[in-house]
C-alpha cells in the first residue's frame, strides 16, 4: 500500500488536508461516525470533544479492517455549526495530529441542518486505502 499526497504549486496552499491523494491497495470505506461512547450516548460537551469521539470511532473501524490513520485517503466532516467548527479550527488540528499525526487526506467540511443523532453536532466519514 502506498499513499501520495498531492498539492500542486498552481492552487492555493492547503491547511488541514491535502488537495489530492493517489494511493495503491484495499479501498476501505468508513461509514459516517458520529461522537456515540460504547454505550450508545453522545458523550457530553462541544464540538471539539464530539470531533475526537467521532474521530476516534472512525479510526477504530479502520484498524478493524486492518488499516492503520496513515492510510486514509479522503475524509468529510458533517458539520452542524460551521462558525463554531472554525472558532475551534486549533483545537480540531490538535486532536487530528494527536490522532492521526501530521498528514492529512483530502478532506471537506460540509454544513449540514442536523444529523442522524440529534444530539450531534459533527459527523466524520471517510476511505482509506490498505
Known amino acids: ?8 504549486a498552481s492552487l492555493s496552499r492547503p491547511s488541514g488536508f491535502s488537495h489530492a491523494t493517489v494511493a495503491e491497495g484495499r479501498l476501505v470505506s468508513l461509514a459516517g461516525q458520529t461522537a456515540l461512547d460504547g454505550a ?22 479502520l ?6 490513520p496513515d492510510q486514509l485517503i479522503s475524509l468529510t466532516v458533517y458539520i452542524v455549526d460551521m462558525d463554531d467548527y472554525r472558532a475551534h479550527a486549533s483545537e480540531l488540528s490538535q ?4 490522532l492521526v499525526g501530521a ?13 442522524w443523532d440529534a444530539e450531534a453536532v ?9
Open 1 to 8: 500500500m502506498s499513499v501520495e499526497r498531492v498539492n500542486p
Open 122 to 130: 459533527v459527523e466524520v466519514q471517510g476511505q482509506a486505502v490498505i
Open 40 to 61: 450508545g450516548r453522545i458523550v457530553a460537551g462541544g464540538v471539539v470533544d464530539q470531533f475526537e469521539q467521532a474521530l476516534a470511532n472512525l479510526l477504530e473501524a
Open 63 to 68: 484498524r478493524a479492517a486492518g488499516g492503520r
Open 103 to 115: 498528514d492529512y487526506p483530502a478532506m471537506a467540511g460540509v454544513g449540514v441542518a442536523r444529523l
Open 95 to 98: 486532536v487530528w495530529r494527536r
